[in-house]
């Protein structure tokens, strides 16, 4: 009877685990840079579908990197291409660790994993697919230590 218990008491654990999942990410993708070495020409494209224009969302750069990684801070050039072919270039510094040299990221070990968000409160000028395309904006021809690179859409709830 007692381990009927602890599994039922487990199982609970697990549904509501499982139930509370983010439901808010519409779009998630990550790129793995090829050996760590980030080449200042290499472009990483995210196609992403948009349903509803009326809807919020924030639009989310992710980083995954090594705690090797020389700089406290990584320059990203972004655009982004509506359905109409019309681009707009930004470019966007995420700051990836403090002054003191903490990293900002989580994660145990050696690589850390940072979410910024790029544009807060962001809405798609229609539905349709829109493209968002990153390139590293650092002096280095080869940027080594970034693992991954991703982009995630999330739905602002409460709006739309």
């Known amino acids: 009877m007692k381990k009927f218990i602890i599994l ?27 050996k ?38 990584l320059w990203l050039f972004c655009e982004f291409t509506d359905t109409h072919g019309t681009v707009k270039r930004d470019t966007f510094e ?15 070990g050696s690589i850390k994993t940072l979410q910024t968000v790029y544009k807060r409160d962001f809405r798609f000028p229609a539905p349709g697919e829109y493209t968002f395309s990153i390139q590293h904006g650092m002096r280095d021809e080869r940027l080594t230590g970034i693992h991954n690179v991703g982009f995630r859409v999330e739905k602002i709830s409460g709006r739309g």
């Open 8 to 34: 039922s008491a487990l199982a609970a654990a697990l549904v509501s685990a499982l139930s509370s999942c983010d439901s808010s990410g519409v779009y998630d993708k990550y790129y793995e840079i090829p």
């Open 94 to 108: 995420i700051t990836l660790a403090e002054p003191s040299g903490r990293w900002m990221g989580k994660g145990n």
């Open 36 to 73: 760590l070495s980030w080449h200042k020409d290499s472009l990483l494209t995210f196609h992403v579908p948009a349903e509803d224009a009326s809807q919020s969302y924030n639009l989310i750069i992710q980083i995954r990197n090594e705690i090797s990684y020389k700089y406290s801070n």
